[in-house]
C-alpha cells in the first residue's frame, strides 16, 4: 500500500537555502539602515492573548473577523497566533513599563499568521521586518521613519519602488468625511461588490481599496480624506510633505489608501512595485497615535511600518549572488590533505569555500559549476611541489598559474 505523502500545510512554506539567502540579504540591509537611525530589536512572542488583536486590530477588518488563527489552549487560555506585529510591541512597551523611558525606537524581524486565501505573493505564515516608534509626535518624525524605509529598499537595489502617501485624518475630521463617503457610496450600491456592501456601514473607508474592478471604476470621483482634514491633520501631512522633500525622498500620493487595521490615524503609507501583480505592496504602514492609551496606556503618538520578506524576496531572486568564493579541484590522491590545507587557509581569509571532493577533474568541475563557483583553484602534484597553484575564473574561463601567497591578492581583485 502506497504511504501518503507528507505535505506542509497550504499556504505555509518552507524557507529552503536558496530563498534564506534572499531573506539574510534583506536583513542584513534592515539591520545596517535601522542602526543609523538608531533603532534596536526586539525578540517579542508569537503566542499572543487573542483579545490583544480584537482589540487593536478592531472586529470589523478581515485580519479579526476571518484571518486569525486563534484556538483555546489545553489550559483554556484564548490564545492566538501573531497576525501582525504591532498589537504585540505595544503590549510589550507598556508591560515594560517603558512610557516614561523617552523615545523608543524598535525594529523586529519575525513570522507572522493569517487565514488568506493562498497565491503567489500572500501565504499563511510568512515573514515581516517591522519598525515601530512610540513617542514620535510630529511630521518630522514621520519624513525621517518614511526616508528610513526609503534608504532599505535603495540599499537592496531594487528599482521600481513607488512610495504612497495618504492622511487618514484623525477623530475630529475623520467622522464628518465618513459620512460624506457614505453618501457617496450609497447612491452606488447597486454597482459595489457583496463584500464591499457588506463593510460599507461599518467601515466605508475600506471600500476605496477593494481590489474589484466594478468597485474601483464606481470610486473615480469618490470624496477623499485629504479633502477634508481638520487644520491641525492639514498641517501635518504639510509637514511630511515638506520633510520629504528636504530629505529628496521621491513620493506620490495616494488618496486610496486605507490600510486594513482600525487604528491608523493621520500618515499612511505603502511602498509599492509593479513586478508582483496584485500582490505588488512590499513596504506598508503609518501613524497610530491612539493605540498605546486604547490598551490601557498613557497617550503616547507612534508611527511603524512593516515589510514584507517574502515579497522583497522574490524582487531580489534575479540578481541572487554567487554563495562560493572559491571551489577546490585536487588532481590526485597525493594532494588530498595539501589542497584541503589551502582550502581551509582561504576560508580563513574570509573566502567561502568548497572541496570538490577529489576524484576525475571532470567530476570536480562538474562539482563547481552546481555550486556556482566564482573561481576555482586546481592543485596537482607539480603546482604542490612549487607551491604554485592554477586559478581559473568560471565566468570568463580565464586561468592563470600563481604562487600561493599571490593567491589571496588575485581572488580579493
Ligand atoms: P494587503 O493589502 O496586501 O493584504 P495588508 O494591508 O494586509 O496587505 P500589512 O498588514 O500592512 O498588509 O502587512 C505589511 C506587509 O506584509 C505587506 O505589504 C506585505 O508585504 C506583507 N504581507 C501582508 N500579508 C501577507 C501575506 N499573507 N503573505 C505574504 N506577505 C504578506
Ligand atoms: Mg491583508
Redesign the pocket.
Given at each position: 500500500m502506497a504511504v501518503k505523502k507528507l505535505q506542509s500545510i497550504r499556504g505555509i512554506h518552507d524557507g529552503l537555502p536558496a530563498e534564506v539567502r534572499l531573506w539574510q540579504r534583506v536583513e542584513t540591509a534592515a539591520r545596517k539602515v535601522f542602526g543609523t537611525y538608531a533603532f534596536s530589536e526586539v525578540r517579542l512572542p508569537v503566542l499572543e492573548p487573542t483579545e490583544l488583536f480584537v482589540r487593536s486590530i478592531g472586529e470589523a477588518t478581515d485580519i479579526v473577523s476571518k484571518e486569525m488563527y486563534a484556538f483555546s489552549d489545553q489550559g483554556g487560555d484564548n490564545i492566538c497566533l501573531r497576525p501582525?506585529g504591532t498589537a504585540g510591541a505595544v503590549r510589550a512597551y507598556l508591560q515594560g513599563g517603558l512610557t516614561r523611558s523617552g523615545s523608543q525606537r524598535w525594529f523586529y524581524i519575525g513570522p507572522m499568521f493569517?487565514r488568506?486565501r493562498p497565491q503567489k505573493?500572500?501565504?499563511?505564515q510568512?515573514q515581516?521586518i517591522g519598525v515601530e516608534m512610540f513617542g514620535a509626535n510630529g511630521p518630522l518624525e514621520d519624513a525621517e521613519i518614511l526616508a528610513m524605509a526609503h534608504s532599505f529598499l535603495s540599499e537592496l537595489g531594487i528599482a521600481g519602488l513607488t512610495l504612497e502617501i495618504n492622511s487618514l485624518g484623525c477623530a475630529d475630521c475623520r467622522p464628518g468625511y465618513r459620512e460624506v463617503l457614505l453618501d457617496y457610496l450609497h447612491a452606488r450600491k447597486e454597482h459595489l461588490c457583496e463584500t464591499c456592501v457588506d463593510r460599507m456601514e461599518k467601515n466605508p473607508m475600506r471600500v476605496l481599496d477593494c481590489k474589484e474592478v466594478s468597485c474601483q471604476t464606481q470610486l473615480n470621483d469618490a470624496p477623499e480624506m485629504i479633502d477634508h482634514l481638520c487644520e491641525a491633520c492639514d498641517t501635518h501631512f504639510s509637514g511630511l510633505k515638506s520633510g520629504l522633500n528636504a530629505l529628496a525622498v521621491p513620493y506620490h500620493i495616494n488618496a486610496r489608501i486605507v490600510?486594513?487595521?482600525d487604528y491608523y490615524n493621520r500618515t499612511a503609507f505603502?511602498i509599492v512595485t509593479d513586478q508582483l501583480g496584485s500582490?505588488g505592496?512590499?513596504?506598508?504602514?503609518g501613524r497610530y497615535d491612539g493605540l498605546v492609551s486604547e490598551l490601557g496606556g498613557p497617550a503616547t503618538s507612534a508611527i511603524g511600518f512593516?515589510?514584507?520578506l517574502?515579497?522583497l524576496g522574490m524582487l531580489l531572486a534575479a540578481s541572487d549572488t554567487a554563495l562560493v568564493d572559491v571551489a577546490v579541484v585536487a588532481l590526485g590522491e597525493s594532494v588530498l590533505g595539501y589542497s584541503m590545507q589551502q582550502g581551509a587557509a582561504l576560508r580563513a581569509e574570509g573566502f567561502t569555500v568548497v572541496h570538490c571532493g577529489g576524484g576525475s577533474a571532470k567530476r570536480q568541475f562538474k562539482v563547481a559549476d552546481r555550486e556556482g563557483a566564482r573561481f576555482v583553484v586546481v592543485i596537482g602534484d607539480e603546482e604542490m611541489q612549487q607551491n604554485r597553484i592554477t586559478l581559473k575564473e568560471m565566468a570568463t574561463g580565464e586561468q592563470k598559474q600563481l604562487d600561493v601567497d599571490q593567491l589571496v591578492g588575485a581572488l580579493q581583485k
Open positions: 501582525e493569517r488568506e505573493g500572500r501565504l499563511r510568512f515581516q490600510r486594513g487595521l505603502e500582490q505592496t512590499v513596504l506598508a504602514g512593516a515589510a514584507g517574502e515579497r
